[in-house]
């Protein structure tokens, strides 16, 4: 259905034009969390395999390091992720409409 025309000029309303100026954050947004949740996946998987290489008896001074290598990858991942979240919402505030 077409929008309806004010002297020839399309009229579009309010929530219509609200959602217009929403829409390409929102979606750089639920893309960041998108990767967010599968980093953060992969990490419990790998957190997750640490666990059954120290039930089998790996040797535990090499699993604490694992350990703390993979602490960091979450300190990464996490670190990252919001920079580039703040990047985008700076982006979209200070960006010419």
Do not use: C
Not at 10 to 35: C, M, Q, T, V, Y
Not at 49 to 59: I, N
Not at 64 to 90: G, P, R, S
């Amino acid at each position: 259905m077409a929008a309806p025309q004010r002297d020839g000029i399309p009229h579009s309303s309010f929530w219509s034009r609200r959602w217009h100026n929403l829409e390409p954050p929102l979606g750089a947004l639920i893309e960041d969390g998108i990767l967010l949740l599968v980093f953060v996946f992969i990490l419990i998987v790998a957190y997750l395999a640490l666990g059954v290489l120290a039930l089998f008896g790996y040797d535990p001074v090499r699993v604490d390091t694992f350990e703390t290598i993979h602490y960091y990858a979450y300190l990464v991942v996490f670190a990252t992720l919001m920079l580039d979240l703040i990047i985008q919402v700076l982006l979209h505030t200070v960006r010419k409409k």
